[in-house]
């Protein structure tokens, strides 16, 4: 097996454990996305799925929580060698928290084509207003976390054409 293959099999790895956070996220009533930082040494340092309904929080986003965690284990908020992994690609919010918390490396899964910050809407970390470049890797597991995010909300437009009136 080649070092490229080595390392996208590790990025997969990492969105999986990603995707089951969203999943758990899902089920505690929150938009399915999840969130995971890998330091230089390859270990989690942090794992969050989004927050925002059950925090009342409206920048609980799966991301900011991440990054929140590893400044704390890290005990600094530059988080430079560190590998940011979300199942869905970030918002304008989370892009600027990414880009301010030095992160190296975004991994990201499926686009966001209606508020994506990163490339399908806006590019925030290439942009002048970004004080920091990051490398970007996107579509690791696309499908599988396209599809999350699609029946999550499919269940939730069903859930609530069948409720009583």
């Known amino acids: 097996m080649s070092k490229r293959d080595e390392t996208y099999d590790r990025h997969c790895r990492w969105m999986q454990?990603?995707?089951e956070l969203?999943?758990?996220a899902g089920q505690a009533g929150e938009v399915p996305v999840g969130a995971?930082?890998?330091d230089a040494r390859n270990q989690?340092?942090?794992e969050a799925g989004n927050g925002r309904e059950c925090g009342h929080d409206p920048t609980a986003h799966a991301e900011v929580l991440a990054l929140r965690q590893a400044g704390a284990a890290l005990g600094h908020w530059n988080l430079n060698g560190c590998t940011l992994?979300?199942?869905l690609e970030p918002c304008v919010m989370c892009a600027g928290a990414i880009a301010l918390s030095?992160?190296?490396l975004l991994v990201y899964g499926t686009d966001d084509v209606k508020a994506g910050a990163i490339r399908s809407v806006l590019n925030v970390p290439d942009s002048a207003a970004s004080n920091h470049r990051l490398a970007v890797l996107n579509g690791v597991l696309a499908p599988q976390c396209r599809?999350?995010?699609q029946q999550w909300f499919k269940q939730r437009r069903a859930a609530s054409n069948t409720s009583p009136d």
């Open 17 to 19: 454990r990603a995707l």
């Open 22 to 24: 969203a999943t758990l």
């Open 36 to 38: 995971i930082v890998v």
């Open 44 to 46: 989690m340092i942090a």
């Open 85 to 87: 992994y979300v199942t």
């Open 102 to 104: 030095r992160v190296s």
């Open 147 to 149: 599809e999350q995010l």
